[in-house]
């Protein structure tokens, strides 16, 4: 008799969801105010940038470094370690220390991107039915653009009211309430049944050439996903970091308006990520949703550069739109393709590798784009670069859908 599997219930999900979404309220938060702390700490455009590369060359590491460990470690001591690092870098952003205390706060929330993708896959494949397993990775993917949407909306408000780096401290307040929360969610969450193990036969010669075959696949797939990863995420910061910086001071947005055009990249990335995640649960093939979400932001990236060239809002919000369907719709597509092919008990790892490429292109990206920004060339330099990127990620999708045509 088959043992009918239970379902958890809408606080796995939103906890799940709010561990992906923690570690980078920050950064988004920063990005959000940038025109505000700027001046207020005297900084230059590529000083700005220097903080999101200080976090997301954090996460980069690691996410190598830690990828092991992570796959040794409970679900709860990983939850604590999310977001009780983040509560304490977001605690450390409000000390009014100046640039280095700053940058030492984006270094840790960094850290605390090191374990979310990791131990949220591996609580998906270990305690979420099959059915559902795709749809919610991305939905909790999608934490990520509801994280965007809260430090864009939230932390200008806040500034307006209590300064930056109250609104921070009011983040640190809301990641320790929701450690809290998570404990009891993750620890009241049982373990799928397991079913009964099938008795190994013995490895022939005729059997070990597809096996080794299949493994080399494996790890083929895990490279490919890191390397695309890696591209995608320089555009996605360049973008993410400067947006609300571009919309100030290129077409006269006020901060929160600025803020505001962050902020409506989220939602659509949120939905975006849930869409694409059900397009994934349906048997779409993951490098076919590469490739278009490559050609969408390549089209995103020109019409920024038309926006600033036009001085049209009505483009940016077009950008804005095109950015958050298509590039950062990248992470879900990724992650499920994780989970289609890698046994839980190596989620950790295979996930880190991917994350760290990942971040490894969003310490690339903010440090570029604001060297770029500052130089004679300004935005207008930015933008093409960022629309080169997005050409050598389509470059990257072709390729994947020819071998997976040739492999089919």
């Known amino acids: 008799m088959k043992v009918k599997e239970a379902r958890p219930g809408f606080g796995l999900l939103s906890i799940l969801l709010a561990a992906v979404g923690i570690a980078p309220l920050l950064n988004y938060g920063l990005s959000a105010t940038s025109d505000l702390v700027i001046r207020d700490l005297g900084l230059s455009e590529s000083q700005f940038g220097l903080l999101a590369t200080a976090c997301f060359g954090c996460a980069a590491i690691g996410n190598v470094a830690f990828g092991k460990f992570s796959d040794r470690q409970p679900d709860s001591r990983l939850m604590l370690i999310i977001f009780g690092t983040a509560a304490l870098a977001m605690a ?11 940058l030492v706060a984006s270094g840790i929330a960094g850290f605390a991107q090191s374990f979310p993708n990791g131990v949220t896959n591996r609580i998906l494949a270990q305690r979420v039915p099959s059915a559902q397993r795709i749809t919610w990775t991305g939905i909790k993917q999608s934490g990520v653009q509801v994280s965007q949407l809260v430090g864009s909306l939230g932390f200008p408000m806040l500034a307006a009211v209590i300064g930056w780096q ?4 009011a983040g640190a307040v809301l990641a320790a309430a929701l450690a809290f929360f998570a404990l009891r969610i993750v620890n009241a969450t049982p373990f799928l049944t397991s079913p009964a193990p099938k008795k190994s036969s013995p490895v022939t010669a005729k059997t070990s050439t597809p096996v080794a075959d299949e493994a080399s696949s494996t790890r083929f797939i895990i490279y490919a996903l890191c ?3 890696f591209i995608n995420g320089v555009g996605v ?8 910086l571009f919309a100030v001071r290129e077409l006269d947005f006020s901060l929160v308006a600025g803020g505001l055009t962050a902020a409506v990249a989220g939602i659509v990335g949120v939905s975006a990520r849930v869409g694409w995640g059900r397009m994934m649960s349906r048997g779409v093939a993951a490098p076919k949703l590469l490739l278009l979400l490559a050609v969408l932001a390549m089209c995103g990236g020109a019409t920024f550069l038309l926006a600033g060239q036009l001085h049209s809002s009505i483009l940016l919000w077009v950008a804005v739109a095109l950015h958050g369907a298509s590039a950062l719709g990248v992470s879900v597509v990724l992650m499920a393709a994780l989970l289609r092919v890698v046994p839980a008990n190596r989620l950790g790892s295979a996930s880190g590798l991917v994350s760290a490429g990942q971040f490894g292109g969003f310490t690339v990206g903010p440090l570029a784009m604001g060297l770029l920004v500052g130089s004679a060339g300004g935005f ?24 997976a045509a040739r492999r089919a």
Request: charged share 5%; hydrophobic share 60%.
């Open 92 to 102: 450390l952003a409000a000390v009014d220390a100046g640039y280095v205390m700053l």
């Open 166 to 169: 109250g609104a921070s401290l």
């Open 227 to 229: 390397l695309f990863g």
């Open 237 to 244: 910061q360049a973008t993410n970091v400067y947006l609300a």
């Open 380 to 403: 207008t330099a930015g933008w093409i670069c960022v629309i080169g990127v997005y050409l050598c990620c389509t470059v990257l999708g072709i390729f994947l859908v020819l071998r």
